[in-house]
């Protein structure tokens, strides 16, 4: 079975700040790893995806995240925080086990002038 | 060029009441979900059609649940007798091909409020 802990279900950081969110999984085959953001009343939206290759992956908006199997994490980061990031993020895991998504909790990352 | 839409975009019902909500996927994708996202319990999948198979329906929480999808493209969720519980924002997702590694596309959802 899958799951995926997101810590912290409140971020909050200063305009031009790092933003960190933090994403830990657990999945007994190679899991394939997405991040989405949803805006208020809106559906979510693809941030990035770590599939296979690459364990840096770069996605929209400036973001990029880091898939650690050692530490079975897959952080996700921006240099510097805009007011428009504002809004709700979601780690989720899935493998070939299975066919949907398994999801964290949700960050709601919180952007101060 | 569309996404994936749903409708109604609000429904309102009372207890015991059954309800449809519709999901139009992308056109040309194969793969379509069913997701529920209530504050208690998160993000959580209800079902999976791919192409002509027969749909995973591992994420239905009772059997007040039912969805189909009509000629590979549009699908209805159905929940009968509904309850205070079933209260959520129900989100359908489309993919190309097989959602494991695909990107899944959202709708915007139907938020179900049960009286």
């Known amino acids: 079975a899958q799951s995926v802990t997101q810590l912290g279900s409140h971020v909050s950081v200063s305009e031009g700040a790092l933003v960190l969110l933090r994403c830990n999984y657990s999945?007994?085959?190679?899991?394939?790893l997405f991040w989405y953001v949803q805006y208020p009343n809106q559906g979510l939206q693809l941030l990035l995806k770590?599939?296979?290759?690459?364990?840096l992956v770069k996605g929209i908006n400036g973001f990029e995240a880091e898939f650690k199997k050692s530490e079975t994490s897959f952080h996700l980061t921006k240099p510097s925080a805009h007011m428009s990031d504002a809004a709700e993020y979601f780690c989720?895991?899935?493998?070939?086990?299975?066919?949907?998504?398994?999801f964290g909790g949700g960050t709601r990352l919180m952007v101060k002038p | 060029g569309a996404g994936v839409s749903q409708s109604p975009s609000n429904k309102v019902t009372e207890k015991g009441k059954d309800v449809e909500l519709r999901c139009d996927p992308i056109?040309?994708?194969?793969?379509l979900y069913w997701y529920r996202q209530s504050l208690g319990q998160g993000l959580e999948f209800l079902i999976y059609?791919?192409?002509?198979?027969?749909?995973?329906k591992s994420g239905l929480p009772s059997d007040r649940f039912s969805a189909e999808r009509t000629g590979g493209s549009v699908s209805t969720l159905t929940i009968q007798r509904t309850q205070q519980e079933d209260s959520a924002v129900y989100l359908c997702?489309?993919?190309?091909?097989?959602?494991?590694?695909?990107?899944?596309?959202f709708g915007p959802g139907t938020r179900l409020t049960v009286l």
């Open positions: 059609f791919q192409g002509n198979s027969a749909p995973d």
């Open positions: 770590y599939t296979t290759g690459a364990t």
């Open positions: 997702a489309s993919s190309f091909d097989r959602g494991f590694t695909d990107t899944q596309y």
């Open positions: 056109s040309g994708h194969t793969a």
């Open positions: 989720a895991v899935s493998d070939n086990a299975g066919n949907m998504l398994t």
């Open positions: 999945s007994s085959v190679p899991p394939y």
